[in-house]
């Protein structure tokens, strides 16, 4: 029920996966949207989708916490309890992301040894994708919680990327170790002093060079580079629109070059990668864009139909033992 094209976009997407990727779906929502939504498909009803009631959504408006509380019925809590039940194996949306985070958190608890969740969004570079986290868990961090999301993002970047040391990076005002603000600053010595395969302060202008697989930052700097760098690609592709379209030379170029340009398109495009998963808690959420395309909500799943969540949380575990040392 979340997100701005919400359910027709998000059905679209799941039966799309049910379809193609051999997944069982839930659709979790009011019972009337969800049925309007489903009456334009063909093949409904279909084998291995089920409908679950909700009676209650959570707008993108309200505080998550007392709208948790108050509507013990929304259809994020419903989701995120059937995961926590076993009667669902991993939990997409792409509606309120505080109210995601929350419900996960209540509902499948925190891996032992990490005190906040993260968001995790892959990042194309100029080499393999990178991981930036947090993308917009945590508003306000300490210097802890940037390690533990720099083990998390460590275990996931070998998961995905298969590399053996991924490069570690924290994102900061300048590459001295003195740059930055104190939680900055404080997180560096932390890092530099851990086992991870820290390379130091990384500046905005690197993050999508690939000098750095995992990059670090509270959720509040990640959320803004996030949303800046959504809004550059799309004014990038309207100015490419503009000049391309100006004059009969520069369309006889786009006709050589179109190829081209539509890889470009697929590297830079959100939808692509689906969805951020959310790294810390003992269960397996992916959070969409609130923007999210039934393209977006097919790639979401299939990421998490994909994701070895009991080896990850495994892997966490592990690391963040090791790590228990630099955390004071």
């Known amino acids: ?21 051999k997944v069982q779906i839930a659709l979790v929502g009011a019972n009337a949207a969800l049925g ?3 009456e334009g498909h063909a093949d409904w009803p279909m084998p291995g989708v089920d409908v679950v009631d909700a009676a209650d959504v959570i707008g993108m408006s309200e505080s998550p916490a007392a709208a948790l509380r108050r509507k013990p019925g929304a259809s994020i809590r419903i989701a995120a309890e059937l995961v926590a ?14 109210a995601t985070v929350m419900a996960a958190h209540a509902a499948f608890g925190m891996i032992p040894g990490v005190d906040r969740p993260a968001l995790a969004t892959t990042i194309p570079t100029r080499g393999r994708p990178a991981v930036l986290l947090d993308a917009g868990a945590n508003v306000e961090c300490r210097p802890h919680h940037l ?5 998390m993002g460590s275990v996931y970047a070998r998961i995905v990327s298969g590399s053996d040391r991924p490069r570690v990076g924290l994102l900061s005002i300048g590459e001295e170790e003195t740059k930055g603000n104190e939680l900055t600053r404080e ?8 086992p991870l395969n820290f390379i130091g302060n990384v500046e905005g202008r690197e993050i999508f060079s690939g000098a750095a697989d995992v990059i670090v930052c509270d959720g509040f700097t990640g959320n803004v580079v996030l949303k800046t760098s959504e809004g550059l690609v799309d004014a990038v592709e309207a100015l490419l629109g503009d000049e391309l379209q100006g004059t009969f030379s520069s369309q006889v170029g786009y ?44 790639n979401a799943i299939a990421i998490a139909s994909r994701f070895p969540t009991g080896d990850f949380i495994h892997r966490v575990e592990q690391a963040i033992g090791t790590t228990a040392a630099f955390q004071s």
């Open 1 to 21: 029920m979340g997100g701005d094209h919400a359910p027709s976009a998000v059905v679209d997407g799941a039966l799309a996966a049910a379809r193609h990727l």
């Open 36 to 38: 309007q939504a489903l």
């Open 85 to 98: 039940r076993g009667d669902a194996g991993a939990l997409f949306s792409a509606g309120h992301t505080g």
């Open 147 to 151: 390690l533990q999301f720099a083990v």
């Open 187 to 194: 997180t560096h010595r932390l890092l530099k002093a851990s």
């Open 255 to 298: 006709l050589l070059s179109r190829r081209a340009f539509r890889r470009f398109q697929r590297r830079v495009d959100y939808s692509e990668y689906g969805g951020a998963p959310l790294l810390g808690v003992a269960g397996l959420a992916i959070v969409g864009h609130g923007r999210s395309s039934a393209k977006a909500v097919r």
